[in-house]
C-alpha cells in the first residue's frame, strides 16, 4: 500500500510546481535567488479522482501546502505537504531544490496512527521532469522503510511539450501549456510506470494532472482552490 501510494503521489508531489531538472540528489544548498514565486503557507485544493483497473470511480479531495525550507539528510530543501480524503492521517512530503525551476530530492510517506511507519524515496543522478522542459533522463533512488535501508530502484523519466489549449478546472478556465511525460521504476523496493499529462499556467501553476499508472488504473488532479502564477 505505501509504494503504491507514494509512487502515485510521485505524480501529484509537483502538481503546483514548475518542472524538474537535472541535478544530484546530493548537491548544493537551495540558491536563494530567484525566490519561490509562492510564500511559505501558501495553500492549493485539488480535486482528485481516480478509478482502480476494472473498479468504479471515485473522487476525493488533496490538499497541498507549500511550507519553505527545512534541513533533510543535511542539506536544506524547499518541500511541500500533501494530504487527501482517501488515506486520512497521512502526509506526504517533497523535498526539492529550486531554480527558477523544481528538481525533486526526495519523497517521504508518513502513515496515519493506523498505519504508522515512513517510506522515503531519495532521488540520485538526474532529477526527474514532467513539464516545462523536453528531457530524456535516468538515475537511482534509494528506499527507506522507517529509517532503514530497503534498496535501491532505476528510474527513467522523458517529455515533451504538446501544445497550448484552454482548460476548465473547478477553479476556473485557463489557457494552459500541456506537456506529456512517463516516469518508470524498477528495482528491489518497486516496479512501476507512469504516464501522464500536465497543463501548465504562467511558470509555477499545474491546474490539471491526467495519469495512468501501469496495471492499477488511472486518475486526475484538478484546481479548485489556490493562486496561479501569472
Known amino acids: 500500500m505505501r509504494v503504491v501510494r507514494i509512487l502515485t503521489l510521485v505524480v501529484l508531489a509537483f502538481v503546483v ?15 536563494t535567488p530567484p525566490a519561490f514565486p509562492f510564500p511559505a503557507g501558501t495553500i492549493w485544493t485539488y480535486r482528485y479522482t481516480r478509478t482502480p483497473t476494472g473498479g468504479p470511480s471515485s473522487t476525493g479531495a488533496a490538499t497541498q501546502t507549500y511550507g519553505g525550507t527545512t534541513p533533510y ?22 523535498y ?19 498505519d504508522p511507519g515512513t517510506y522515503e524515496l531519495v532521488f540520485g543522478g538526474d532529477g526527474i521532469v514532467n513539464f516545462g522542459r523536453a528531457q530524456a533522463t535516468s538515475g537511482v533512488a534509494q528506499c527507506f522503510f522507517d529509517g532503514q535501508d530497503s534498496g535501491t530502484v532505476a528510474w527513467s523519466a522523458s517529455s515533451n511539450k504538446a501544445g497550448t489549449v484552454t482548460i ?9 501549456i500541456r506537456w506529456n511525460w512517463q516516469v518508470t521504476f524498477s528495482g528491489d523496493c518497486l516496479t512501476l510506470a507512469i504516464t501522464a499529462s500536465s497543463y501548465v499556467v504562467g511558470g509555477a501553476s499545474v491546474i490539471r494532472v ?8 488511472t486518475y486526475s488532479y484538478e484546481l479548485q482552490s489556490g493562486p496561479v502564477s501569472p
Open 17 to 31: 510546481l514548475t518542472p524538474w531538472v537535472v541535478g544530484s540528489s546530493r548537491g548544493a544548498q537551495v540558491n
Open 73 to 94: 539528510r543535511g542539506v536544506t530543501y524547499h518541500f511541500l505537504d500533501e494530504t487527501d480524503t482517501f488515506a486520512p492521517g497521512a502526509t506526504e512530503r517533497t
Open 96 to 114: 526539492f531544490t529550486w531554480n527558477q525551476v523544481a528538481t525533486q530530492r526526495a519523497d517521504v510517506w508518513t502513515g496515519p496512527s493506523s
Open 168 to 176: 476548465t478546472v473547478p477553479a476556473g478556465t485557463f489557457t494552459a
Open 210 to 217: 491526467d495519469g495512468a499508472t501501469s496495471g492499477r488504473g
